[in-house]
């Protein structure tokens, strides 16, 4: 058992320590800032200075409105999918899984201008619109996975007793899978929070800036850097999503292991 362990240790050691070193150099860096003034003087200029506010504001807006439109949509078409019969399922299937081979990098030029054709640019509901676009599909098929080991004579016996579609499944199949629902809306939240290519097409005003974006702005284009503003302002982009795991870690998990087939 203690070789098992020292193994295991040895082995996660090297990975671990390549996901710590990021957070080593900022954290060494705030360091000797520090050294140079207090630490509240220095957030308190960090936020002054960089706008980090409007910037975390903003990331938010666009991250939770796209997890929730993204499985408020997924969710009655993964019940479709996976209860009904009918002409083109399969088909309907195979075009969400192929979908997921679209990368957005691809696709930049054609949204900009469909963007900009609405009437949207520089606007947080255009981002909202996109990733939520581009959510859809993963949330499906998460879902479906999960909506497939619900029993259906759950759903037989609220139905004799004269509920509706709608009732079972805002009643039976919505409080089943909530380890699912987390498991995508996390995934959507973290994915649209960390966006980066979409954000820095679609947005021009810094008023409309998301994190990444905001972080970037701090280091292109400057002769100087400042470097603890910098990581300042990563350590600040990291700390939502940082949270957001370990909040639903065990939700995500348990999600994750059934969604997959696990028992």
């Given at each position: 058992?203690?070789?098992?362990?020292?193994?295991?240790?040895?082995?996660?050691?090297?990975?671990?320590?390549?996901?710590?070193?990021?957070f080593?150099?900022a954290l060494d860096?705030?360091?000797?800032?520090?050294?140079?003034g207090s630490?509240?003087?220095?957030?308190a200029?960090?936020?002054?200075?960089t706008?980090?506010r409007?910037?975390?504001?903003?990331?938010?807006?666009?991250a939770?409105s796209?997890?929730?439109?993204?499985?408020l949509i997924?969710l009655?078409?993964?019940?479709?999918i996976s209860?009904?019969r009918?002409?083109g399922r399969r088909?309907?299937?195979?075009?969400?899984?192929?979908?997921?081979m679209?990368?957005p990098?691809?696709?930049?030029?054609?949204?900009?201008?469909?963007?900009a054709?609405?009437g949207?640019?520089?606007?947080?509901?255009?981002?909202i619109?996109?990733?939520?676009?581009f959510?859809?599909?993963?949330?499906v098929?998460?879902l479906?996975?999960?909506i497939?080991?619900?029993?259906v004579?759950?759903?037989?016996?609220a139905r004799?007793?004269?509920a509706?579609?709608?009732?079972i499944l805002?009643?039976?199949v919505?409080?089943?899978?909530?380890?699912?629902?987390?498991?995508?809306?996390t995934?959507a939240?973290?994915t649209?929070?960390n966006?980066f290519?979409?954000?820095?097409?679609?947005?021009?005003?810094?008023?409309n800036f998301?994190l990444?974006?905001?972080?970037?702005?701090?280091?292109?284009?400057?002769?100087a850097?400042d470097?603890?503003?910098?990581?300042?302002?990563?350590l600040?982009?990291?700390?939502?999503?940082m949270?957001?795991?370990?909040?639903?870690?065990r939700?995500?998990?348990r999600g994750?292991?059934?969604?997959?087939g696990?028992s």
């Amino acid at each position: 058992m203690l070789k098992r362990s020292v193994l295991s240790w040895c082995a996660l050691l090297p990975l671990i320590a390549v996901n710590l070193f990021p957070f080593a150099v900022a954290l060494d860096t705030l360091h000797r800032a520090e050294g140079e003034g207090s630490l509240g003087a220095f957030w308190a200029g960090l936020w002054a200075r960089t706008e980090l506010r409007t910037a975390l504001v903003n990331s938010l807006v666009i991250a939770v409105s796209t997890a929730v439109i993204s499985t408020l949509i997924a969710l009655p078409a993964a019940y479709a999918i996976s209860r009904w019969r009918f002409r083109g399922r399969r088909a309907a299937s195979q075009i969400l899984l192929a979908s997921q081979m679209l990368v957005p990098v691809m696709l930049v030029l054609g949204l900009s201008q469909l963007v900009a054709g609405a009437g949207l640019t520089d606007t947080r509901l255009a981002l909202i619109g996109l990733y939520s676009a581009f959510q859809v599909p993963f949330a499906v098929w998460m879902l479906r996975g999960y909506i497939d080991a619900i029993p259906v004579e759950l759903e037989d016996a609220a139905r004799i007793d004269g509920a509706s579609r709608f009732q079972i499944l805002r009643l039976i199949v919505l409080p089943l899978s909530m380890p699912a629902v987390a498991v995508t809306a996390t995934f959507a939240f973290i994915t649209a929070f960390n966006e980066f290519v979409l954000a820095l097409t679609i947005l021009r005003s810094s008023s409309n800036f998301t994190l990444p974006i905001r972080v970037n702005a701090l280091t292109a284009g400057r002769y100087a850097v400042d470097w603890p503003d910098v990581m300042g302002a990563v350590l600040v982009a990291s700390l939502p999503v940082m949270l957001t795991f370990l909040w639903l870690q065990r939700s995500m998990l348990r999600g994750l292991r059934l969604s997959l087939g696990a028992s």
